[in-house]
């Protein structure tokens, strides 16, 4: 079993290495008919194939400054005159958080349709279109782009001397047509070099031994150290607890061997291993894109959620019928491996109403998009769950020094209970976002939270008891000091929500608090003035892409290069987007810690290279990619093609810190709202740079 986990972890971290470039979008085009008449109008249709757990944005919706729209820019001919606008068929609504508004989007496919009239025989239709796709699962956000050709129609009859004035009306011009599809137009200003002389530019050179593991691996890594947590925790349950004296009593008194031990731990994880499998297929790629985006998975997660901790709370217990149990358990009185396999068997399904809802929540947590996920979540658990009862049967003396049964382990039951209410908000919230129900704001998760903790720091002090607190334990007023210890944590929490009522962030509890926005009560403003980091020259573009919390830097990499040589100082490059939610959420949640601006404003020249940009350049910099042979004419493609080209990888946000040779100091960083996190990777790579250059 355990090389099974190992071949798993190694298949997850191969592929993080080898898959950077993301294409979660494939588009095609097609006529609506294959034969056509001079004058007869048809449709040009896209269809686009999008990945599960990604989506695209649609060509119009009235969210003006947020995220970037599709677009079509047919290329002027005159065999055809297009008619009307783009049409998307049928797309989704979708509230953008960080934005703050309602957007349009498709998943799984997509389909846009524009009308044209055919001017000529030879028709031909071409273009280019522009998009972005997001995922939740992660928060990458990729810009697109690609070009279509259509010139496989039939076109009969004679011209009407209409069509051909038509027609010769179009002869005229050339170039690109641009129906409006959300963005009427594309600037074409002419963009002035700022004057400054730069050494030979290679780009950004990155060391493959500098990639590392992706968010997702490190989202697997903790998802099984929490299951693995789960696990150990459910040994203190009152269902569990009372049997490990059973499982030594099973090996010592039928004179069961050290082999069979072992094998018995084995069947307890294999069991548990199974019953993940068999869930896997439901959490197939598909689940995590629900769970973001639909009302209804989050709501049946925070029903099973509350069912769970009341469960624990003892209003009710979730039993299997007594009959099969019993039938399970006489199997385990025979010998062998067969023996040994139904005593397994029957510690899983006694244990069942403690572990059932603790094995639920792993189950719930695992639905992420990945196959993989719930199986080694069942086997994490299951291997804490079962390193004891194994130890155990091949070590029975230990026996004498287990603590006895008695109340202490309801009351485990009991704070658990407690914790699975808490954690069951983090469902509605998603659904109430989503839907703008306002009925979980953030000050009202915040209150929730604060009674459930002030609850469990009263229950530890024995302030009051629980129905299944009976016995000596339960009369007995003695607190231990283990509980006093719980109590004082839970109290501190307190005390740490408390400033969130009234607007505090409470950064360390962001991803699973609503939104600031949702907050009607904010008493808290920050005040962030201007970082007053020093630059070189006036920054290109700066006239229309700007820097946030006041930063000052550049939207140029070359003239960024170029300061950051003068002053000795390393280069921070930000790879964002205008339409990247993602992106503003990390500069709203970590740029704007004082230790974070703090950085870049002293240690780092800043470069934001926007991929989405669409201002074109002068033709004299325009260039044709080594990587997909296409001319990149605006500044988001060639910042686009800079990022893929010399970085493998085309997801936003993405930040690398390079020194003056252009090579990359430490491993990029993605999508991690840890401040933390990011403060050790902005002072790593300024000790990094350091070494080499001073």
Known sequence: MNRVFIVFVWILSFQSLNAQILQPAKWSASASASNVKLGDELEIIFNVKIDPTWYLYSTEFPCEDGPLKTEFIFKEDPSYQLVGKVVPINPVDKYDEIFECDVKVFKKTAEFRQRIKVLSKDLTIAGEYNYQVCTEVDGKCIPGDGEFLVNNVEVTGKAPAQIKEQRAEKEKGTGYQLPVTGNDSIKEEKLESSGTTYEEIKGP??????????????????????????????????????????????????????????????????????????????????????????WLPNIIFFLVFVIFGLSFLGLFEITLPGTFITKVDRQAEKGGLTGVFFMAFTIVLVSFSCTGPIVGSILVSSAGGEILKPVLGMFAFSLAFAIPFTLFAFFPGWMKSLPKSGGWLNAVKVVLGFLELALAFKFLSIADQAFHWGILDREINIAIWIVISLLIGLYLMKAFRMPGDTGKDAEDKTISVPRVVMAIGMFTFVLYLVPGMW???????????????????????????????????VPKYSDFLHLPHGLNGYFDYKQALACARQQNKPLFIDFTGHGCTNCREMEAVVWSDPLVLERLKNDYVVVALYVDDKTQLPEADWYTSSYDNKVKKTIGKQNADLQITNLKNNAQPFYVLLGADEKVLVSPYGYNKSVDGFVKFLDEGKKKYKELYR
């Open 503 to 537: 607007g505090a962030p409470l950064k360390a509890l962001a991803g699973y608090l609503p939104p600031l926005y949702t907050h009607d009560f904010d008493l808290i403003s920050t005040s962030k003035g201007n970082a007053g980091n020093q630059i070189c020259d």
């Open 205 to 294: 050179q990155l060391d493959e031994a500098l990639l590392k593991e992706s968010p997702e691996q490190k989202s697997l890594w903790a998802f099984l150290l929490v299951s693995f947590l789960a696990g150990l925790a459910a040994l203190l349950t009152p269902c569990v607890f009372p049997m490990i004296p059973m499982t030594v009593t099973f090996f010592t008194g039928q004179g069961r061997s050290k082999f069979q031990a072992l094998i018995y731990g084995f069947f307890i994880i294999l069991i548990y291993s199974i019953a993940g499998a068999a869930v896997a297929p439901l959490m197939g790629p598909e689940t995590a894109n629900h769970l973001s985006t639909e």
